[in-house]
């Protein structure tokens, strides 16, 4: 098992409303960016910290009956995907557990390795999964995009998403990983890099601030046990989310893909 416990596990009950606003918010650049990989009939493809599955799905109907999609998750309890021939499902930590050698035209992730302290294996052993010519694409936040109303005034921050921060700080999650990846993914030897980042203005009813309540709400009693927010402050900030002047920017979130060399 990974060294650190996921800060934003599965089994607690906001993570359900997490999964439909994170595709929502992402899906449709993810989408883009695995037809720009050319993903089609037959491939087989790793997906790894599937979430809620909606990419395993959509990769499910892109590959078809003759492909194939491992879709892995630590806690794999909101992959509603059993119905589905091509996709199985896996219960899978992929900082230790092990993966077919060599056997995959595609593997992607989307905000997972951010979240696991021994990212660096988890890249090595994605790579090592893919067959020769075979894709990576790799998803992560960079928050140095942060809500700054001296910068923009009409910007929220609120101290529940600077208590947040604080706290997945603490947890072992690198906020920025996805500024890095692009000289990762080159200094581990794939070919063909390329890397784009996505940053969104999300005002109130958009799928971000969804997302990030999702996240405030099961984070609540540590960041006011730590003394980093006191209740009244934390409902007065869940309540700003539905104000209608409400909008902050969400991270940047680079897509960062590279190719295994052939031979
Ligand atoms: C923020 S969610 C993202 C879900 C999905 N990839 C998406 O973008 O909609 C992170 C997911 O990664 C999973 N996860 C966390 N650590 C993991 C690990 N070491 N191995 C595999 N999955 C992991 C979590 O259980 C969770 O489902």
């Known amino acids: 098992m990974s060294t650190t416990p996921y800060a934003l ?15 929502r918010a992402f899906d449709a650049g993810t989408q883009r960016h695995l037809d720009a990989l050319g993903v089609t009939t037959g491939w087989r493809c790793l997906e790894v910290g599937g ?36 996709v199985e499902v896996r219960v899978h930590d992929i900082t230790t557990d092990p993966l077919p050698p060599a056997s995959f035209d595609l593997v992607h992730a989307r905000l997972v390795l951010l979240h ?6 988890a890249l090595v052993n994605m790579i090592a999964a893919l067959k020769p010519g075979g894709w990576l694409l790799d ?10 109303p001296a910068r923009n005034p009409g910007e929220c921050l609120l101290k529940t998403h600077v208590a947040l ?9 690198d906020r920025n990983f996805g500024r890095r990846l692009f000289g990762r ?3 581990l030897g794939l070919v063909q890099v390329a890397a784009e980042g996505r940053t969104f203005m999300w005002p109130a009813g958009s799928a971000g601030p969804a997302m990030m309540r999702t996240n405030y709400e099961q984070l609540r009693s540590h960041m006011i046990d730590a003394g980093y927010i006191t209740r009244s402050e934390f409902d007065r900030d869940i309540a700003a989310l539905d104000g209608r002047d409400f909008f902050m920017p969400s991270p940047i979130l680079w897509a960062v893909s590279g190719r295994k060399p052939a031979s």
């Open 9 to 23: 596990d599965n089994s607690s009950p906001e993570a359900a409303a997490r999964f439909p606003a994170l595709a």
């Open 165 to 173: 921060a604080r706290t997945l700080d603490e947890r072992g999650v």
């Open 51 to 86: 979430g809620g599955g909606s990419v395993a799905r959509w990769l499910a109907e892109r590959v078809g009956p003759t492909g194939h999609v491992l879709a892995t998750d630590i806690d794999p309890r909101h992959l509603e995907l059993g119905s589905i021939p091509e």
């Open 116 to 121: 696991v302290r021994e990212r660096e294996s």
């Open 139 to 148: 998803e992560e936040f960079d928050s140095s995009v942060f809500p700054d």
């Open 185 to 187: 993914l080159r200094s």
